[in-house]
């Protein structure tokens, strides 16, 4: 169709009517000759057209109709040079491009409007007219406003539009918005800039919308990357951080998703060969768009069994991303499957229509798979979707892997560590003994705490608590080596500080790795102390360890005064022993550093937590040991915890009996007479003989090697413990007696005749003890 042309005079009489004006409008050129402009308008055109002699009008069509055109007015000069007339020329809405110009608009790759200033359409082109859905003659003279729905995206454009038709400004910027015409969300990057006439007068808006799509879907990729590698493996365990992963595809990147691990992966078994059969799984995590997860089939925890062709299993054994499309075998089966095990998601997996498969795999082990299904959003998953799942979950199957050898060498640590603690605690005449092992649940792993109570001669008690520096088997491997130690040394009576002198010494000591090398101990900190039912008296030394809360009978908790020596390991520094008197029933708390301190608690206020805990009424040490671990520990502890409680029991005179000794031969029958007797008057007849031929031994090597003063002790405790004690620092020894010597088989027959036997070296010289069972 030809441009519309009409010719109006000043007074605005139209003189003139082109056969493309009756085309565009209906009147004939005898209808419209002679007629006033005005008649020919649907709506007043604004001052700003007028004078600017170019803009958008609404024409009345002869059928009622109206027709909006762009128009253009170019003024008749007459002789004065006023305007005498106007030629008023359109082009039809929709008709060809008669220009390079005007084609090269039209045809652009993007979409491209024009608005006036009252953001009404002028021109539209091909691509524009195709993301609107309609076409560019139902869009002409309309407002803006009225050709999108009411929606965030619709009114932040408006908005960009009324800035520039306001300020004159350009606006650059990217949104994302429905493209009618593309029944789905795109990303848009836009520009708008002003329009103006020769004279510089803002005559109208223009816009330009780049599709971005696939660069805002790349960056959208790229930052759920770097989401997931922050939100991904925050904690070592299993099941957590699959949940972590379906959190992040979810919503983002699927409407329902699941993560599925082979068993071996949850448990300690070695993983098995993927085969061509059907894959056994366990759902350890999944997530929806929809609250409760209705899409679900398989619920947390449960067994599946996936066939060899299905989706997962295929990306299990090709080892690769695995997509599955509406209409494909694949999909169809997989929601024929999900609704036959389970009707009522049957509703929400109907409009599934895109799913992709991708393995987890980490460090050549398979572990599982994650599926993620589009149901509500509107876009398949593509070939970029299956390389960002490939990387996001080789990413999230490192940290997998991670917490699972987190978990076996957990196991490992915890069951090395059960195995080298004391199961149970004999029963002490010294003390009753309440203890409590509570392993770190933190990532940093088990550590190498430990605690002791060890029988002692003369019915004492040593008890001990240590703790080895830093976490996971090499830790506990070195507690176990400490505590066989400290048995060993305390096995022959070394006094405390004694004791922790050699094991400082043991630990500066590097041992030798299988290459030759020195692999040094690891450091740690313990403390020893020694109890004595006869004497009531505590003997203790520490190695850089914390002090032990004593709690007297109705009196107040208080940490033992002490100088703690140096942390094991540091060598070349004296330990220093305390020691104190406690009245029967008082109540010792040996314990490590996990139960009070961590880097969220002040170590003195935990500290008077657990003093005010020891005063806490209870029935038994056992209540009291749970009553101070949940008094004082937060809800997870940081590091282990490791806490020995001991009440004291009295040997009262009723059951010691003691004789100094004259160091004279004669005065051995007067000695063994006098220990029959108390065993007659003890009711322990039985023993007397077996007494009687210790004592007469022990007595009598005292006087021959020993020196004065010599002393006799009898003590009737779980056990019917026999010492001699003398001034002389020389241990005996057993030895093997030829047939004709005189001597020598004394202690021979005494360790014989006896349950155990030894000698401890004492502040005076020695004493030498000998225990036998009370008879039944």
């Given amino acids: 169709m030809e441009p519309a042309a009409a010719i109006v005079d000043a007074r605005g009489i139209v003189m003139g009517w082109s056969e493309g004006a009756q085309g565009l409008t209906g009147y004939p050129a005898e209808e419209a000759v002679g007629r006033p402009v005005r008649e020919l308008l649907a709506e007043e055109v604004p001052p700003g057209p007028v004078a600017a002699l170019v803009g958008t009008v609404v024409l009345r069509h002869r059928d009622g109709s109206t027709v909006t055109v762009p128009l253009r007015a170019c003024a008749v000069l007459g002789e004065n040079g006023a305007p005498d007339g106007f030629v008023l020329t359109a082009e039809s809405p929709g008709g060809p491009e008669r220009t390079v110009a005007g084609q090269a608009f039209q045809q652009g790759s993007m979409a491209m409007s024009v608005l006036d200033t009252r953001l009404r359409y002028l021109r539209l082109n091909d691509v524009a007219c195709q993301a609107m859905g309609v076409a560019e003659e139902s869009l002409l003279g309309r407002y803006f406003p009225e050709t999108v729905e009411d929606s965030e995206h619709g009114r932040g454009f408006l908005r960009h539009l009324r800035q520039v038709a306001e300020t004159g400004r350009p606006v650059r910027y990217e949104s994302f918005m429905g493209a009618p015409a593309l029944n789905r969300e795109h990303a848009w990057g836009i520009e708008m800039w002003p329009v103006r006439d020769p004279s510089g007068e803002l ?451 009723d059951r010691v009996a003691t004789w100094d000794v004259t160091s004279d031969p004669a005065h051995v029958a007067a000695t063994r007479q006098a220990a029959t007797e108390q065993l007659a008057a003890w009711g322990l007849q039985e023993a007397a003989f077996v007494t009687e031929l210790v004592v007469s031994e022990l007595v009598t090597n005292a006087i021959r090697y020993g020196q004065p003063p010599i002393q006799l002790r009898l003590i009737r405790d779980q056990a019917l413990i026999c010492e001699v004690s003398d001034g002389s620092s020389t241990s005996p020894h057993l030895r093997r007696a030829l047939a004709y010597d005189e001597g020598g088989r004394g202690l021979m027959l005494v360790a014989q005749l006896t349950q155990r036997w030894g000698s401890r070296q004492t502040s005076g010289g020695k004493t030498i003890w000998a225990e036998q069972p009370l008879p039944g």
């Fill in 203 to 653: 005559t109208g808006v223009a816009l330009a919308a780049f599709d971005s799509n696939e660069q805002y879907w790349a960056r959208r990729r790229l930052a759920l990357l770097n989401e997931a590698a922050a939100t991904i493996g925050t904690t070592l365990d299993v099941v957590r951080t699959a949940e972590e992963l379906v959190e992040i595809l979810v919503p983002q990147f699927a409407d329902f998703a699941t993560v599925d691990l082979l068993d071996w992966v949850l448990g300690a078994d070695e993983p098995p060969v993927v085969t061509n059969d059907g894959i056994v799984l366990r759902r350890v995590a999944h997530g929806s768009v929809t609250e409760g997860t209705p899409e679900a089939a398989v619920q947390l925890g449960e067994v599946d069994v996936y066939p060899a062709s299905s989706t997962p299993a295929r990306a299990m054994r090709e080892g690769r991303a695995v997509l599955g499309q509406a209409g494909e075998p694949d999909l169809m089966r997989w929601v024929a499957e999900r609704n036959a095990r389970s009707p009522k998601g049957r509703a929400y997996r109907r409009r599934a229509h895109s799913m992709l498969a991708v393995p987890l795999r980490a460090r050549g082990i398979m572990l599982g798979v994650a599926v993620g299904v589009r149901m509500g959003q509107p876009e398949d998953y593509t070939a970029d979707d299956a390389v960002f799942a490939e990387e996001l979950a080789s990413r999230a199957a490192v940290c997998i892997d991670n917490a699972r050898r987190f978990a076996r060498e957990r196991r490992t640590a915890v069951a090395l560590q059960h195995s080298l603690l004391p199961r149970g605690l004999p029963g002490q005449a010294a003390v009753e003994v309440a203890h409590r092992y509570l392993p770190s649940r933190s990532r940093a792993g088990i550590g190498g705490d430990w605690f002791d109570a060890i029988p002692l001669s003369g019915g004492r008690v040593g008890l001990v608590v240590g703790d080895v520096v830093g976490h996971g088997i090499q830790s506990s491997a070195t507690m176990g080596r400490l505590r066989t130690a400290v048995r060993t040394l305390a096995d022959v009576d070394l006094p405390p500080d004694e004791l922790l002198t050699h094991l400082d010494d043991l630990v500066s000591h590097p041992a030798m790795d299988d290459d030759g090398g020195e692999v040094p101990e690891l450091g740690a900190t313990c403390l020893y102390a020694v109890y004595d039912p006869v004497s009531r008296r505590l003997t203790l030394a520490a190695a850089g360890h914390l002090a032990p809360a004593v709690v007297l009978p109705g009196g107040t908790p208080q940490l033992v005064t002490m100088t703690p020596g140096p942390p094991l390991g540091v060598g070349g520094l004296p330990f220093e022993a305390t020691e104190l008197e406690l009245p029967e029933g008082s109540v010792v708390a040996l314990y490590t550093d996990g139960l009070v301190e961590d880097r969220d608690r002040d170590v003195d206020h935990a500290t008077a937590q657990l003093c005010r805990a020891l005063t806490a009424p209870t029935g038994t040490l056992e209540d009291l040991a749970d009553m101070v671990l949940k008094a004082v520990l937060p809800e997870q502890p940081e590091d282990d915890v490791a806490l020995l409680l001991a009440r004291t029991r009295a040997l009262g005179a």
